[in-house]
């Protein structure tokens, strides 16, 4: 497939998206070399890795790499292969090791990637076989972000902060509420949804619109009554009498770069109404502090959703982030974190941690309304002819604008398709431009376009 064919699926200005973006095969490896071989991608949290030692296995797009904790305290990303046969080395989640050991042929590695010993090496390779060649594929280009640790193939990429641009400051809104940052409470929760990258990185980024309609039942469960006050039952524990979801006094949706965040203002410090009564008390009582830190929209912005192009997703309040990790044309691996406050109390990660799992873990009762309609469209474009069918993204197409009170970005009203085709534009650019500065000025002059519009 030629660049002006791909140009042809995505029609930004006008939005319009065909659906083989979500299906080709062709199209999905062109993907792994194009976006995911050149962007910059979430692997970590530093609280993963603290000591020497430390090892995180996770992938970047489709490839396997392990994240080390160097004896200096760097940070080194290495693919998770051996360069005798290919084979996987750790098959461990994560864990503490000197050096990792091809199950194989038992190459062995030192944790800088080094190529430390070979079964046998005198009598089967006489002495021939130069170690210093041989040792771990590395990824160049490793950055830290406010505890997310993130890396990038491709040497010509621009430094992780120029590649966040403002979504830095939505970014910032989840991990920077208190003096200490962030952690990661519990494990990893990981799934598999039969549906593409894309739908899920999508709605996190842009799509506001299908929460009343997806999540009516839950919403119907947890709207705010008198059984539901924080003295209440259980499930609405987390509810004050006018909750966020409730006095939601309009929003914002941005849109910069491909990435994409949503929000409502509200009034006061109310949790998302989602969480247990420990955490929204939690979040009350922080309140000043995180106003000091970030102002009061991002403060009191407790029901955003976020996406950082490409697979990078989180959701203020829930403090849900994950991954949509790439298994094909039709299929995800969803990888789950709950991030919390460090310097919050442990009872209150505790309450985060299950209201977390609630909402949006494996069997969350919002996470299983989201995969299914993910996972039905995917069903459809199994149709000759549905695959045919452009799709509408015209959503407050041409209401674009640039704010003058400190919300940065393209923005607009927060039931808007405005990032979602902010989105699909730097897709279009990364899987036909041929170099990052072609890529950054194919998206600054589609930014200036729309808002010229």
Not at 27 to 34: A, D, F, K, S, V
Not at 54 to 59: A, E, V
Not at 192 to 212: G, L, R, T, V
Not at 371 to 393: P, Y
Request: glycine letters at 10%; one cysteine or more; a negative charge.
């Amino acid at each position: 497939m030629d660049d002006d064919q791909i140009r042809s699926l995505v029609d930004s200005r006008n939005g319009t998206v065909k659906p083989a973006i979500y299906s080709d095969a062709q199209l999905y490896e062109l993907e792994l070399e194009r976006v995911f071989g050149r962007t910059w991608l979430f692997l970590a949290h530093e609280s993963q890795i603290p000591n020497p030692g430390d090892f995180f296995n996770t992938f970047m797009g489709e490839d396997p790499v392990l994240v080390v904790r160097q004896k200096d305290g760097s940070v080194q990303v290495m693919m998770n292969q051996c360069r005798h046969r290919g084979m996987k080395l750790c098959h461990a989640d994560s864990g503490n090791t000197k050096a990792f050991t091809c199950p194989y042929h038992g190459w062995a590695y030192q944790v800088d990637g080094a190529l430390q010993s070979v079964p046998l090496e005198k009598e089967a390779y006489r002495g021939k076989l130069d170690k210093s060649k041989w040792g771990l594929i590395k990824a160049p280009r490793v950055e830290n972000y406010k505890g997310l640790i993130f890396a990038n193939w491709d040497e010509s990429a621009p430094d992780l902060t120029t590649y966040l641009g403002d979504m830095a400051w939505y970014l910032d809104g989840f991990l920077d509420r208190r003096e200490g940052g962030t952690e990661v409470v519990g494990g990893v929760h990981k799934w598999m949804i039969d549906c593409n990258w894309k739908f899920a990185a999508e709605q996190f980024c842009s799509d506001q619109y299908h929460a009343p309609y997806t999540h009516a039942s839950a919403i119907q469960v947890l709207a705010p009554t008198p059984q539901n006050k924080p003295d209440g039952s259980p499930l609405g524990d987390g509810q004050t009498e006018r909750p966020a979801w409730a006095n939601g006094l309009g929003g914002v949706q941005f849109a910069g770069k491909g990435h994409g965040s949503a929000f409502f203002f509200t009034e006061n410090a109310d949790a998302n109404v989602w969480v247990g009564g420990e955490v929204s008390a939690y979040f009350r009582e922080t309140y000043p502090e995180a106003e000091a830190r970030l102002g009061k929209v991002r403060a009191l912005r407790l029901a955003g959703h976020n996406t950082m192009f490409p697979t990078l997703s989180w959701l203020n309040g829930t403090q849900t982030l994950r991954v949509w990790h790439p298994r094909g044309p039709g299929r995800i691996e969803v990888w789950v974190f709950c991030i919390a406050d460090k310097a919050a109390p442990p009872e209150v990660k505790e309450a985060l941690k299950k209201s977390h799992a609630r909402a949006f873990g494996p069997a969350g009762f919002l996470e299983q309304d989201d995969s299914e309609n993910w996972i039905e469209v995917q069903k459809v474009l199994r149709g000759h002819k549905a695959r045919q069918t452009d799709f509408c993204m015209q959503m407050g197409l041409g209401f674009e604008e640039r704010r003058e009170d400190g919300i940065p970005g393209i923005t607009n009203g927060t039931f808007a398709e405005t990032a979602a085709r902010g989105f699909y534009q730097r897709w279009v650019d990364l899987m036909t431009g041929k170099s990052w500065n072609e890529i950054e000025a194919a998206g600054a002059a589609w930014e200036q376009e729309v808002i010229d519009a």
